[in-house]
T-cell receptor, first 113, second 112 residues
Framework: NAGVTQTPKFQVLKTGQSMTLQCAQD?????MYWYRQDPGMGLRLIYY???????DKGEVPNGYNVSRLNKREFSLRLESAAPSQTSVYFC????????????FGPGTRLLVL | DAKTTQPNSMESNEEEPVHLPCNHS???????IHWYRQLPSQGPEYVIH???SNVNNRMASLAIAEDRKSSTLILHRATLRDAAVYYC?????????????FGAGTTVTVRA
């Protein structure tokens, strides 16, 4: 099993450009999450999806949209990128029924100029 | 969410035990205590979790105080691969809804 995969690994954007970060998991998990991590800080939750067909805002949702495409895939979209969105983005998934462990992807490093 | 206090950093020698404390005095009675770690340039990975009793797994041990206001993660024999940021995270367990709140964590350095 690949676990949680994220694409791309690294991206450079100009201010105002848009892009979508992709995340997929092959563990048949119900819940999926998007976090961002700024340098020297812990992770902050952007959005989460408790189950297929539902999404909810986390701690820092402004400037982002998400889509739970199916049970496997959860994408994060930046409609108009800003330098403040320069960060490392992590996707995670968990079995919503037990909720004991979240499995994280390797991250996407985003630089907005 | 319960607030946590962890030391900013700790150092250890290879093959020696590491005891990582965490204070979570505002934890509710139903919150689990989770520990995750993040190796350099990687996503966080689960280490261990518990509710009231001490817990052991292949990675570490978790000692939970009787009043649940603090806990200690124990790495029995530190290796260079254990150098990481360790996060202590109390969290509720709602059906189909499970969120983690990461703080700054403790940066563990292991000396060869």
């Amino acid at each position: 099993n690949a676990g949680v995969t994220q694409t791309p690994k690294f991206q450079v954007l100009k201010t105002g450009q848009s892009m979508t970060l992709q995340c997929a998991q092959d563990m048949n998990h119900n819940s999926m999450y998007w976090y961002r991590q700024d340098p020297g800080m812990g992770l902050r939750l952007i959005y989460y999806s408790a189950s297929e067909g539902t999404t909810d805002k986390g701690e820092v949702p402004n400037g982002y949209n998400v889509s739970r495409l199916n049970k496997r895939e959860f994408s994060l979209r930046l409609e108009s990128a800003a330098p403040s969105q320069t960060s490392v983005y992590f996707c995670a998934s968990s079995d919503g029924l037990t909720g004991e462990t979240q499995y994280f992807g390797p991250g996407t490093r985003l630089l907005v100029l | 969410d319960a607030k946590t206090t962890q030391p900013n950093s700790m150092e250890s020698n290879e093959e020696e035990p590491v005891h990582l404390p965490c204070n979570h005095s505002t934890i509710s009675g139903t919150d689990y205590i989770h520990w995750y770690r993040q190796l350099p340039s990687q996503g966080p990975e689960y280490v261990i979790h518990g509710l009231t009793s001490n817990v052991n797994n292949r990675m570490a041990s978790l000692a939970i105080a009787e009043d649940r206001k603090s806990s200690t993660l124990i790495l029995h024999r530190a290796t260079l691969r254990d150098a990481a940021v360790y996060y202590c995270i109390p969290s509720s367990k709602s059906p189909n809804d499970y969120k983690l709140s990461f703080g700054a964590g403790t940066t563990v350095t292991v000396r060869a």
